[in-house]
């Protein structure tokens, strides 16, 4: 038999992670040390959605909750654009960290301005890899061309296509490709869809929700999956009978920020 493959999928979620992200990295190394393996990290940066690296830090004095993001460089970007092309505002890295000694130790302030990253989902991972979160785990992203062109065809996915100078990831519905604006509201990408249009190449594909899954594991090929309690809720587990889901280990404030007690990577 092969060695067990262990994963956990997550958007990236903040330049400092959200705690159930830290809860799945030590639900992992965990069961690494009880059956051995190796973990993969499945980070879904294909996601378009900015409110996911929303990175929530208390105030060291007043304990005072304020929510940071990145800055983009443009509106289109900043609400449709994948978070692999979500570029960050040249000035966003700066200004941010004149303001962090309110939140975290010098150190981290100091380990935040030395990554460069030109996007967010990049700066996110560097981030990751500097906190030492990342140490011993294979990212795989579901961005990469190489990885979509390796996945299996699902017929519920989004498309990266160029819309007014940037790439946006559009919904795949009815041969039309749309763009969610809020409530019921959507825009079609004029030009792009239609049953008679060209078929989207596989590397301009990531799969929606209920697709993620068997679109995943076609590449990852995990025997264990870490799951937090909203995943279970919608996984299609029965579709993936050869693996053993684990929920991952219960965490206080699972949705605040993880920050590191000691130095970096300790």
Request: glycine fraction near 10%; include cysteine.
């Amino acid at each position: 038999m092969s060695d067990p493959v262990i994963c956990f999928g997550q958007q990236p979620n903040g330049f400092f992670p959200k705690r159930f992200f830290y809860s799945k990295v030590v639900t992992a190394r965990r069961l690494r040390q009880e059956i051995g393996g190796r973990i993969v990290y499945f980070c879904h940066d294909s996601d378009h959605d900015y409110r996911e690296t929303t990175t929530p830090l208390r105030d060291l004095m007043t304990g005072e909750v304020k929510r940071l993001n990145f800055d983009h460089v443009g509106k289109i970007q900043k609400k449709y654009s994948p978070l692999y092309a979500k570029k960050i505002h040249p000035d966003w890295q700066q200004k941010t960290a004149r303001v962090l000694p309110c939140f975290v130790t010098m150190a981290l302030v100091d380990l935040f301005e030395s990554v460069r990253a030109g996007t967010a989902a990049d700066f996110c991972l560097e981030m990751y890899r500097r906190l030492g979160l990342l140490d011993g785990i294979e990212v795989v992203r579901s961005g990469d061309p190489e990885v979509r062109k390796r996945a299996i065809d699902v017929d519920d996915y989004y498309v990266d296509v160029p819309y007014e100078g940037e790439t946006v990831r559009a919904r795949r519905q009815g041969g039309r490709l749309l763009l969610h604006r809020g409530g019921d509201e959507y825009l079609e990408i004029p030009g792009r869809g239609g049953d008679s249009g060209p078929d989207p190449g596989r590397e301009s594909i990531s799969p929606a929700r209920d697709t993620r899954l068997r679109w995943m594991q076609s590449v990852v090929r995990c025997t264990h999956y870490i799951a937090g309690a909203g995943e279970m809720q919608y996984l299609k587990v029965d579709e993936a009978p050869e693996i053993a889901f684990v929920e991952r280990d219960v965490i206080d404030d699972a949705h605040g920020s993880w920050v590191p007690e000691g130095p970096p990577g300790s």
